[in-house]
């Protein structure tokens, strides 16, 4: 069973600075990427950034552009997401996600971690 751990999480003030990781263990399959969502209280989950595996290619969400980092270790199947310049609406459950192929990123039933609060004080 492929095991995903987050941390990083937290409590900052705005225009703070966060770092999240994610650790991914007893993986028996090859990755396609690993990326990061969020979910707002009251609101859907949405796509952050994510990475591929292969590639490191990177992609992110317009809200986060220029702000977040997404970048990835193959020797230790960690994806970090440095996250600069916060802004009170960047306030989420942050999760990281694990997919096999490009049909796999987000859905529901993939490979996901327990989240880990990220909360912006104004």
């Known amino acids: 069973q492929v095991q995903l751990v987050e941390s990083g999480g937290g409590l900052v003030q705005a225009g703070g600075s966060l770092r999240l990781s994610c650790a991914v263990s007893?993986?028996?399959?090859?990755?396609?990427?690993m990326g990061w969502f969020r979910q707002a209280p009251g609101k859907e989950r949405e796509f952050v950034a994510r990475?591929?595996?292969?590639?490191?290619?990177?992609y992110y969400a317009d809200s986060v552009k220029g702000r977040f980092t997404i970048s990835r270790s193959s020797a230790s199947d960690t994806v970090d997401l440095q996250m600069n310049s916060l802004k009170s609406n960047d306030t989420a459950v942050y999760y990281c996600?694990?997919?096999?192929?490009?049909?796999?990123?987000?859905?529901?039933?993939?490979?996901w971690g327990q989240g880990t609060q990220v909360t912006v004080s104004s």
């Open positions: 996600n694990v997919f096999r192929s490009f049909s796999d990123i987000g859905v529901q039933g993939g490979y």
């Open positions: 007893r993986r028996t399959f090859s990755m396609y990427g």
């Open positions: 990475v591929n595996w292969n590639t490191g290619r990177t």
